[in-house]
């Protein structure tokens, strides 16, 4: 079995998969990927299954030395990506797969753009699941390599399973290569407290540009930008990824993989799944602005998505 | 009561406005029924002090279809009035009334440290949710003379076996986390271990009482668990 010897971390490098399911009701978050998107495609290049684990490496850094042949794919955040062995370094591309031969080095450099790569393997990390699922959940130490919730750390050795199919030589289409230098636009459903909004709050919401936090995390987007008036709730209940939390101080949260299970803030709508990757992709003061879509719109391309994927 | 869209993969079931005595078992066992009846339309339930949130899977079903196969569940849960009081756990969990805040507590109360633990370990309180982190039961409800609002400022780091108290409810931390509850004792026991099934004891709507230990004995059990 080939495996991939972690000689530098990087600053935040984790074992992901699809998620934690089916355990909310006990308060454990379902972490998974952040980037929805980068990390399918870097999965399909492979023809691997959907959800595969994969590594979520954010902000770049990290070496990685392979024993044992094996395939690879980088999506997601621009960054060098470099080849070494003994006959010297080359640069591969990103969003396409190549071969990473026994004794090679992979060196990922820092971001460009964008704020997470995914860097999967033919055949997927091999790790032991903590309640049916890989992820790395480093708040609740549950996942990643040891199980524990620890992230990435150098000496750490990845087993890589056995590949389905070696399918090797593709790339993922330009078009469907995000650019994520610009401001997001993100589209929103816009439900739960939204009528106890004042309605002049809901159009501010829409028409203010707002920052990404830097106290942003796995957790939750924490956005920057002229507060809105929230209205209260008193009673947690459960909630779902994308929420739009408006608590007190008018500074809205979106709650993003590693969110917790019950929140007890206003919610003002939810993020178009598809464009919580996008958004997990914009780095502290990225600037962000919102517009509504239809829950059946959302609902329609989400399925198309999942489709295209294969997600079973 | 009312069904809506709580995202593009989750529909909320709000049940009543405020909590009510009896809804958390009740929920318990009409979370219990949709699982049963849903099967894979359903990912995950999760139950809240007024309602259930239900993340269901988009490419087996849709609002529609799946409100329409909710709605009779749902008629005949709110037709069945009587309680069963079988299957009605009780859990007794050791605590040692030794926490930082005690004393502050009893201050702010207007109490002695000895009438708090009385009045904390006197009664009785439920399960009316389990969420902000793996295995963390909200229980209520507490008695109000011990009702305080949160911490100004929350701690970042509260000890693992942490038993707290924040306005009518109390809780015991299963990990160690940040929390802005007050801190009035320690719980031995662990509460949360994913290599158990189940990982948690707790279930909404279970009966919980606690039983005041010395710190002797608290060594004991936490060395012996």
């Known amino acids: ?312 | 009561m009312r069904l809506e869209p709580a995202g593009a993969e989750a529909l909320l079931l709000v049940l009543a406005e405020q909590p009510q005595a009896d809804l958390p078992l009740r929920l318990a066992q009409l979370a219990q029924r949709l699982r049963t009846e849903l099967g894979s339309l359903v990912t995950d339930l999760v139950p809240g002090w007024t309602g259930l949130l239900i993340h269901y899977d988009l490419l087996r079903c849709d609002p529609q279809s799946l409100a329409a196969r909710i709605t009779p569940l749902l008629e005949q849960w709110l037709s069945e009035q009587s309680l069963p009081s079988a299957g009605e756990r009780l859990h007794e969990l050791p605590v040692c009334y030794d926490g930082e805040d005690l004393e502050a507590v009893a201050q702010a109360c207007g109490l002695t440290v000895a009438q708090v633990v009385e009045l904390h370990a006197g009664c009785e309180y439920r399960v009316g949710a389990i969420g902000f982190a793996p295995g963390f039961a909200y229980l209520g409800e507490l008695d109000a003379r011990l009702a305080l609002p949160r911490r100004a400022t929350p701690r970042v780091r509260v000890p693992v076996g942490s038993l707290a108290i924040a306005e009518r409810q109390t809780a015991i931390y299963p990990q160690a986390s940040p929390g802005g509850w007050h801190l009035i004792g320690r719980c031995p026991l662990r509460l949360f271990d994913p290599s158990r099934q189940p990982p948690s004891p707790f279930q909404q709507g279970d009966r919980v009482r606690f039983v005041a230990i010395d710190a002797q004995a608290f060594g004991r059990l936490a060395g012996g668990a």
């Open chain 1, 1 to 312: 079995m080939s495996l991939l010897e972690v000689l530098r971390p990087g600053p935040l490098s984790l074992l992901q998969d699809a998620g934690r399911q089916g355990w909310q009701h006990l308060g454990v978050s379902p972490s998974g990927v952040m980037d929805l998107q980068a990390a399918a495609w870097a999965n399909h290049l492979l023809g691997n299954p959907w959800g595969t684990p994969l590594l979520e490496v954010c902000l770049g850094g990290l070496v990685l030395r392979a024993l044992g042949d094996c395939q690879v794919a980088v999506c997601g955040a621009e960054l060098e990506i470099e080849r070494e062995s003994v006959q010297g370094r080359e640069r591969m591309p990103g969003w396409s797969c190549f071969t990473l031969g026994d004794g090679q080095i992979l060196r990922l450099g820092g971001v460009r753009s964008g704020v997470r790569a995914y860097l999967a393997v033919a055949g997927g990390f091999h790790a032991a699941p903590v309640l049916g699922s890989v992820a790395c959940q480093v708040r609740e130490g549950l996942g990643g390599v040891a199980g524990d919730g620890q992230p990435l750390r150098a000496g750490d050795r990845l087993p890589i399973g056995q590949a389905a199919s070696v399918r090797c030589a593709a790339s993922v289409p330009w078009f469907y290569q995000p650019d994520y230098r610009g401001p997001a636009l993100l589209r929103v459903i816009v439900g739960g407290d939204a009528v106890a909004f004042a309605a002049a709050e809901l159009q501010a919401f829409f028409s203010r540009v707002w920052q990404v936090a830097a106290a942003s995390d796995r957790m939750g987007m924490r956005l920057d930008g002229e507060p809105l008036q929230a209205p209260r709730r008193d009673w947690s209940q459960g909630i779902a990824e994308g929420a739009i939390q408006v608590p007190p101080d008018g500074q809205p949260i979106i709650l993003m993989a590693d969110r917790q299970t019950m929140g007890g803030y206003a919610v003002l709508g939810w993020l178009h799944p598809l464009d919580r990757a996008r958004l997990a992709q914009c780095p502290a003061h990225h600037p962000l602005r919102f517009t509504p879509v239809s829950l059946g719109d959302a609902q329609a391309e989400l399925r198309e998505f999942y489709r295209f994927f294969g997600r079973p």
